[in-house]
């Protein structure tokens, strides 16, 4: 296991080195593996970036982000301003289904509720939100409503899917299904991969819910 010295290390290098964060005033802590993020940042794409550069690390096995978005004078939209943005975004947006996704907006924070037919199509609404001037905060309520495939078609489509990924070990990686929700077991060696794992979940057809219970895992430590 690597020592949480040198986690913190690494990740306050990732920090300095991805050009989609300003960590001059990111603090950072590890415990046990769970790094926390402190300190403020000009917006939520920032926060959204540090959280994501973290996840990239070698024994990081949990992330707490207490990064507040502290927009700058020239940022600051109204909640009315916002939600206007918002609506025209998800509008303009192909990939995202006409008349079938609401969103509030309240102190800067975006809400979106909504059903839709696939993952992708709820991952490119919160993408069309988190990048516009004024928002602090996402939350996403849209839920996924297809007609599943039957369980054994559905975790031999996944099974396959997590075959395909040259950088998965998918003989670690356990899939169960109940209906059209999954639940993946196993050991991955980063939280990056663990995030490619429930991905490759997700881009199966019928999948609703994905209770990922992968275990990071690091084979080696730093320099051995």
Do not use: C
């Not at 990056?192 to 979940?201: F, K, Y």
């Amino acid at each position: 296991m690597r020592s949480d010295k040198d986690i913190r290390t690494d990740v306050v290098a990732e920090l300095n080195w991805s050009s989609s964060v300003r960590d001059e005033d990111i603090a950072v802590a590890v415990k046990d593996g769970v790094v926390t993020l402190g300190g403020t940042v000009d917006d939520y794409a920032q926060r959204y970036a540090a959280e994501r550069a973290v996840e990239k690390v070698n024994g990081v096995r949990a992330i707490a982000n207490d990064l507040t978005v502290k927009l700058p004078g020239a940022l600051q939209r109204s909640d009315s301003e916002i939600a206007h943005a918002v609506v025209g975004a998800l509008t303009w947006n192909t990939q995202v289904p006409s008349n079938r996704i609401t969103a509030s907006v309240t102190n800067g924070w975006v809400t979106l509720e909504g059903k839709v037919a696939w993952q992708f199509e709820k991952q490119a609404a919160e993408r069309a939100v988190r990048y516009l001037t004024g928002v602090k905060g996402l939350t996403s309520l849209i839920t996924i409503e297809v007609k599943a495939p039957s369980p054994e078609d559905l975790k031999e489509r996944i099974r396959s899917s997590l075959r395909r990924q040259a950088e998965l070990d998918a003989l670690q990686i356990k899939v169960e299904t109940v209906g059209s929700k999954v639940t993946l077991r196993g050991t991955v060696r980063s939280l990056a991969e663990r995030r490619d794992a429930e991905r490759a979940v997700w881009n199966a057809p019928g999948v609703t819910q994905v209770d990922d219970a992968l275990v990071v895992a690091a084979p080696f430590a730093a320099g051995v």
